[in-house]
T-cell receptor, first 113, second 109 residues
Framework: EAQVTQNPRYLITVTGKKLTVTCSQN?????MSWYRQDPGLGLRQIYY???????DKGDVPEGYKVSRKEKRNFPLILESPSPNQTSLYFC????????????FGPGTRLTVL | EDQVTQSPEALRLQEGESSSLNCSYT??????LFWYRQDPGKGPEFLFT???AGEEKEKERLKATLTKKESFLHITAPKPEDSATYLC??????????FGAGTTVTVRA
């Protein structure tokens, strides 16, 4: 089954404790992206990657890091989480090198205390 | 700055009561407009892509249309399973993607 998986699905942590949210897709997609979704604000792009070893900033990259060492994986790293990073996070992938017709993961709900 | 505004924020419909959702946008060179459906606790699911004014796409009870300033998602004779949040997104000429906040549709049996 074609899918994007994220882990963990739920995470409660404390300020400053480094964490990683994993994202993996099994569709051999070139493009992968991370979004955060906050009430009333819609989805906002954090980082994206058009191919292995190629990453770029989205609209809200501050406080986040990503890497793309393999085509299928695109982890999101919060080096020192803060309460304003409490949000619902989605990973997405699409064929080609653009953000057309994206497949989204199930989401990771992160709470930073 | 690119902007996407969806209205209404919430829509409550009786089963069979057709209605339309609006997505107004300002964007520097529209490359594409996307509609997604999002069920509670799940990630968005792709529905349609529209590329130019006058274009229409249909899928079951949903029909999406596009003008130079807005897009409409028409829901014809909705069923309870059409209840979801519908998201609109515009892709600018530089491929930057901007999402609206969504319209939450509730269809009562």
């Amino acid at each position: 089954e074609a899918q994007v998986t994220q882990n963990p699905r739920y995470l409660i942590t404390v300020t400053g404790k480094k964490l990683t949210v994993t994202c993996s897709q099994n569709m051999n997609h070139e493009y992968m992206s991370w979004y955060r979704q906050d009430p009333g604000l819609g989805l906002r792009q954090i980082y994206y990657s058009m191919n292995v070893e190629v990453t770029d900033k989205g609209d809200v990259p501050e406080g986040y890091k990503v890497s793309r060492k393999e085509k299928r994986n695109f982890p999101l790293i919060l080096e020192s989480p803060s309460p304003n990073q409490t949000s619902l996070y989605f990973c997405a992938s699409s064929q080609g090198t653009t953000n057309n017709e994206q497949f989204f993961g199930p989401g990771t709900r992160l709470t930073v205390l | 700055e690119d902007q996407v505004t969806q209205s209404p924020e919430a829509l409550r419909l009786q089963e069979g009561e057709s209605s339309s959702l609006n997505c107004s946008y300002t964007v520097s060179g529209l490359r594409g407009l996307f509609w997604y459906r999002q069920d509670p606790g799940k990630g968005p699911e792709f529905l349609f892509t529209l590329y130019s004014a006058g274009e229409e796409k249909e899928k079951e009870r949903l029909k999406a249309t596009l003008t130079k300033k807005e897009s409409f998602l028409h829901i014809t004779a909705p069923k309870p399973e059409d209840s979801a949040t519908y998201l609109c997104a515009v892709q600018a000429s530089d491929y930057k993607l901007s999402f609206g906040a969504g319209t939450t549709v509730t269809v009562r049996a």
